[in-house]
């Protein structure tokens, strides 16, 4: 089943063309995977210049919010729609970046035993916060208890002070249960010896206990023994029911109950009242606080299945303690009961979960130590561990609720600065992308994005991160960007045309989008000999692609230097041709002529080219080779073209305007003439050596005019550098370089 990711529309800012917005209307909006042998996942590789937007593609996948500005959508095998909110694409940033290890541990370990341990730990997390938060629920619905100070919970605390040290720290609203120690807790609640026994009790006075703690908080805490008899207090009583009698019909002047006329409600009102408040004062204060926070408190009056009220005001009235002892421990047998039943609550807390079985297989996984998948060991420990030289170990952190740890000898791996690692700068690169691939790898997306993997790296570790990202990648759909074409060609070294190619073209006018590169041009790109044959016109390929054979030959003219130089070379046409490649010689060669020398195909019969044809060609327009059968090479010719023949200009024009000899057999590089050009004069006026210098550092800065990307010395990537600029970008740099050297015309012909 082929894996194809069509695009509808890509969007940051305003850096990629519009033509990217409707990829529909040109087609170049499909990447397609290629399977991997034995796994379910593909590659693709996306070859894009600096400049053409490969990082903000990387930023726009990666994006998980939809906004006005940074936006894509896809349509996976034409049925899965992907947007940022999908979450589908997990990227993998340039290294250089990239200062500390982020992640958990558990991100990147795939062991077994260490897979269930990490999932069974969070379950047993999430199962306790559900507990306690329902524990919580059922204390303030069914218990009225919300904080600790609750006389429930303060009862709890002398009844049974093991379950109370649980339940205080559960409804304690900053900790919520947070600070109990798991293993102790499981270990209480499991203990059936511990569970109390609930009796069959009356539910209306059990009820009352719950809905009038603090009145039954404080009839058990008034020390009874310091109470002093009054019989007059049954007429508190009396006339608290007078007053509220009096106070309704006041205004009548007869008696309702004995309809006795003349009645003054005013003063038998007011009589009363003065009764009632001379017999309370005459109360001491414990038995005051008896008869005003217990006897007399309006719940009474609602419900009083104890008859708490008549007892109390029977107890002052004659001093009998035996009535009022013995409520006092019926209230408190069921204000214990109640706590029982808070208790069976915290027992019975887990009771339709798994979390003993949970816990059990926790604990024994625990006390083993954690082992890894054999392909977790050989990347670990063969891959990493062997390149860098250093010991990297998984361990327990006794100090951290046994979380597992990566150790980098003795120093934790995970979060530690690059500074601190005590490895070189591509060491430090390389474990740091080793673990990026081991937490893509464990990542739930399924697509995976990495922008130029290898562009940090040295020669020693290109290859073994290669290797990494197509054994450890595997199984996800994998879009590899870069403009790097080592990356390309070791790819296929690990895994012989294991991906699809594509050139990410983003320039006003072009064909933008991801072109598709055709199998044959791949293999030239990825093999030498392919393109050595090819130029040899094995099969008569390169007869029928070529279109203007004489800009063909110009633009060979630096590759040919390059692989004559690694050949027996008796005519010295190594040297013939480098007298070619600057401009302020004027000779010329027949180019056919070494071409067919070299590969053994006749372009032409002959064709002379000379230093004055490279110096005057123009260079808008070109068409070399054909651009629909070889689009990178057709594109590498022209731009190889155009940086042979700047580069030649700007020699010709330095070494003309500044009168700078060039004796016959003499090396002059352009980097030796742009020194001798701009280097003030004796008496030169700081003004003067700023302007000289300004104009040195203008050259050697221009990408066009760098030695290396001209002479192609020892390098025979054909590709690169000459195609690792954008059109639009090659464009803009020879524009300023003829500005410039139209500028310094203009200032210092006439002074030379």
């Not at 629920?137 to 002398?158: G, P």
């Not at 050139?503 to 093999?527: A, Q, T």
């Not at 094995?538 to 007869?543: E, I, R």
Request: hydrophobic share 40%.
């Amino acid at each position: 089943m082929p894996m194809k990711l069509k695009f509808n529309s890509i969007k940051n800012q305003s850096i990629f063309q519009p033509e990217f917005q409707s990829f529909s209307a040109n087609g170049y909006n499909v990447i397609e995977f290629k399977k991997q042998p034995h796994a379910a996942g593909g590659i693709a590789v996306v070859y894009a210049p600096n400049g053409t937007g490969k990082s903000s593609l990387t930023a726009v996948l990666g994006n998980e919010e939809t906004r006005e500005d940074l936006s894509f959508e896809a349509v996976y095998n034409d049925n899965c729609t992907i947007q940022p909110e999908t979450k589908a694409f997990h990227t993998i940033g340039d290294q250089i970046s990239r200062n500390v290890i982020e992640g958990e541990t558990s991100d990147y370990l795939i062991g077994q035993d260490i897979r269930r341990e990490y999932a069974l730990k969070k379950k047993i997390a999430d199962g306790f916060e559900k507990a306690f938060n329902e524990l919580n629920i059922e204390y303030k619905n069914d218990y009225k208890t919300t904080k600790v100070s609750d006389y429930l919970l303060t009862a709890m605390q002398v009844r049974n002070l093991e379950a109370y040290t649980f339940v205080r720290d559960i409804v304690n609203k900053q900790s919520k249960g947070k600070n109990i120690d798991r293993g102790q807790f499981l270990s209480y609640v499991r203990d059936v010896q511990k569970q109390p026994r609930l009796e069959v009790v009356n539910s209306e006075k059990k009820e009352f206990v719950i809905s009038n703690a603090k009145i039954v908080e404080r009839f058990t805490q008034i020390d009874l023994v310091q109470i002093v008899a009054n019989a007059e207090v049954q007429k508190i009583e009396q006339s608290d029911d007078a007053i509220n009698i009096l106070g309704k019909y006041k205004h009548l002047h007869n008696c309702i109950v004995c309809d006795n006329d003349h009645i003054d409600g005013d003063l038998l009102l007011q009589r009363k009242k003065e009764r009632r408040k001379r017999i309370y004062e005459s109360l001491d204060a414990k038995t005051k606080a008896l008869l005003k926070d217990v006897a007399m408190d309006s719940k009474l009056g609602v419900s009083d299945p104890f008859e708490i009220k008549k007892t109390v005001l029977a107890f002052i009235a004659s001093g009998e303690m035996e009535a009022i002892s013995s409520l006092r421990e019926e209230i408190l047998t069921y204000v214990n009961e109640v706590v029982d039943e808070m208790v069976v609550a915290l027992f019975n807390i887990f009771v339709p979960t798994s979390m003993y079985s949970w816990w059990d297989e926790y604990s024994s996984l625990l006390e083993t130590q954690p082992t890894l998948d054999s392909e977790e060991l050989l990347y670990i420990q063969e891959i990493i561990s062997e390149n860098i030289g250093r010991n990297i170990r998984i361990t327990r952190d006794d100090d951290s609720d046994h979380n597992f740890k990566l150790m980098l000898d003795d120093q934790a791996l995970l979060g530690m600065d690059r500074s601190e690692m005590h490895l070189s700068s591509g060491e430090q690169n390389f474990i740091s992308l080793a673990f990026a691939l081991l937490l893509a790898r464990h990542s739930g997306q399924e697509f995976i994005v990495l922008d130029d993997p290898i562009s940090s790296f040295d020669s020693v570790y290109k290859n073994k991160i290669v290797f990494c990202i197509i054994k450890f990648l595997e199984n996800k759909k994998q879009i590899i960007l870069t403009h790097n074409t080592d990356l390309i060609r070791l790819l296929n070294v690990q895994m012989k045309d294991c991906f699809n190619l594509y050139i990410l073209n983003n320039m006003d006018g072009g064909r933008n989008g991801f072109l598709p590169v055709k199998r044959d041009e791949k293999n030239i790109l990825i093999s030498l000999s392919d393109l050595v044959n090819l130029f040899q016109n094995k099969n008569g390929k390169l007869a029928s692609i070529i279109h203007d054979k004489r800009l063909f030959l110009m633009a060979m003219i630096p590759f040919l230097r390059g692989y004559i130089h690694i050949m027996n070379d008796p005519e010295d046409l190594y040297g013939q041709l480098s007298r070619l490649m600057h401009g302020f010689e004027n000779g010329s060669l027949d180019i056919a002529d070494v071409y067919k020398k070299t590969f053994g195909y006749e372009v032409e019969p002959t064709e002379v080219i000379s230093v004055s044809d490279i110096l005057n060609v123009p260079i808008s327009g070109l068409d070399i080779i054909d651009a629909e059968e070889y689009p990178l090479l057709a594109d590498t010719l022209i731009q190889t073209l155009i940086y042979y023949h700047i580069r030649m200009k700007v020699e010709y024009e330095l070494v003309s305007i500044f009168n700078i000899p060039h004796p016959e057999g003499q090396v002059l590089l352009l980097t030796d003439i742009i020194q001798k050009a701009f280097r003030p004069a004796a008496g030169a006026t700081q003004e003067q050596k700023e302007k000289l210098r300004n104009h040195r550092v203008f050259f050697t800065s221009r990408k066009t005019l760098l030695n290396e990307f001209n002479h192609f010395e020892g390098n025979m990537n054909i590709f690169q550098p000459a195609i690792d600029i954008t059109e639009t970008a090659l464009q803009k740099e020879v524009a300023d370089i003829e500005n410039e050297l139209i500028q310094l015309r203009a200032e210092y012909a006439t002074v030379h």
